[in-house]
């Protein structure tokens, strides 16, 4: 890897540990991303996959019982790497993807189309793909549709973020808070126990004053 794809590489990866979203548990808002592109597209899988250093990881998954698969070229490693739609025909009949692992035994993939997860300062970490266990293409219409609900994932990385940091911001106003309140009461304790010390000499100094002014002369 040349020494400017290593640098994005490393860019592109910090991009996607921004997110703190690997190894999370499953979410509703991707899993049914997920339901839609496989129905959308009439495929038995589809895939949020996050593209790490050295595996893929699936935020959401239909199709698939495995949570992460090793990276290897091919599918969603070579997807990230273009702008659009990367789509296989027939994987079997492909010279650099008839050896993969994921066409060589189970799933067996045939067709494959995946489209970039790009984030908003422009890097692409990872795909929200389909796959059949046929030879097959998209139309034009579920092309169209894939390419929406990759960015609708996008989006909602964006508002998970956001909910993030603004819990997180909630969190250390909630801390600040417990903290001055703490420290006001305990200012407010030693006040009063000034106070009850003041109060407590003033009665014995009344006290001794009556006793000077009872002594008979």
Known sequence: MGSLQSVHEQQRLSELYRYSILDTPSESA?????????????????????????????KAKVGLSVDEIPRIDGFCSSAILGEDL???????????????????????????????????????????????????????????????????????????????????LQSRTDDVVTTRTAQLSAVQRIASRRNLGACAGRKSATRTLGQIADRPR
Not at 35 to 45: D, R
């Open 30 to 58: 991707f899993d049914d991303l997920a339901k839609l592109a496989a129905f959308i597209c009439a495929t038995p899988i589809a895939l949020v996959s996050l593209v790490d250093t050295d595996r893929m990881w699936f």
């Open 86 to 168: 990367r789509m296989i025909a027939d994987a079997q009949a492909d010279e650099e993807l008839s050896s993969h692992p994921l066409v060589t035994s189970e799933p067996k993939i045939r067709f494959y189309a995946g489209v970039p997860l790009v984030t908003p300062r422009g890097f692409r970490i990872g795909t929200l793909c389909v796959a059949d266990t046929r030879p097959r293409a998209l139309t034009a219409e579920q092309s169209t549709a894939l390419a929406t609900l990759a960015r609708t994932v996008v989006t909602q990385l964006e508002l998970r973020l956001l909910l993030k940091s603004q819990m997180d």
